[in-house]
């Protein structure tokens, strides 16, 4: 006897999942979301979509808002009922709170723009990692794979990102970042 194999449909594009949420705003919904781990269950949240725009949903939940990204939906949101909301009735909206939601919104929006604009994919990790905790003290920035510090005087990190490769016109600025760079090369 043969099986028959369901066919599975494809997964949704993260613009198709924005679309799907902005249909639910103002609707009480259930979303799953992908787990964190490799292979581990789905977590289902439920709340009050605000707004969705860019990659983001604003989730109202019992607990407070909450941002999620909507390449972390595991599925379209499900549903459940339209929310009567003061809008909805004609009557008018907080101003102190839209005003802190949506600066709310613009803080999590520009975290995650740094966070982007900072990420090299053609970089190893290690390069990566050092980026990153030189970011917490100064404004590196990549030219190619290389890691470049303007404001200590054109302080270079090029590969194999080795105390021995560092380079820059301020001895003192050099030897900070080298500092640095031995802490990850230990």
């Known amino acids: 006897m043969w099986a028959q194999v369901a066919k599975q449909s494809p997964p949704l594009s993260a613009e198709r999942k924005l679309q799907i949420c902005q249909s639910c705003v103002g609707h009480r919904v259930d979303l799953k ?16 979509v605000y707004a ?13 808002i909450r941002l999620v990204n909507v390449k972390y939906l595991a599925a379209p949101p499900t ?3 339209k929310v009567i909301t003061e ?3 004609g009557q008018s909206f907080d101003a102190g709170a839209q005003q802190a939601l949506i600066e709310k919104f613009e803080v999590a929006k520009a975290k995650r723009e740094r966070v982007l604009a900072n990420r090299n994919p053609d970089a190893p990790a290690l390069a990566q990692k050092i980026f990153d ?13 290389t890691i470049v510090i303007k404001e200590l005087g054109d302080v270079r990190v090029p590969e194999p990102y080795t105390v021995d490769v ?8 050099v030897d900070r970042v080298k500092t640095v760079v031995a802490q990850f090369n230990q």
Not at 133 to 145: D, I, N, Q, V
Not at 166 to 173: H, I, L, Y
């Open 79 to 81: 549903k459940l009922e």
């Open 133 to 145: 905790f030189l970011s917490k003290t100064y404004t590196p920035s990549w030219e190619g794979t």
């Open 166 to 173: 560092v380079t820059g016109t301020q001895p003192r600025a």
């Open 52 to 64: 969705a725009h860019g990659s983001l949903v604003i989730l109202q939940e019992a607990g407070g």
């Open 87 to 89: 809008l909805d009735s």
């Open 33 to 48: 979301l992908k787990s964190q781990q490799k292979d581990g269950p789905a977590e289902t949240v439920q709340g009050i």
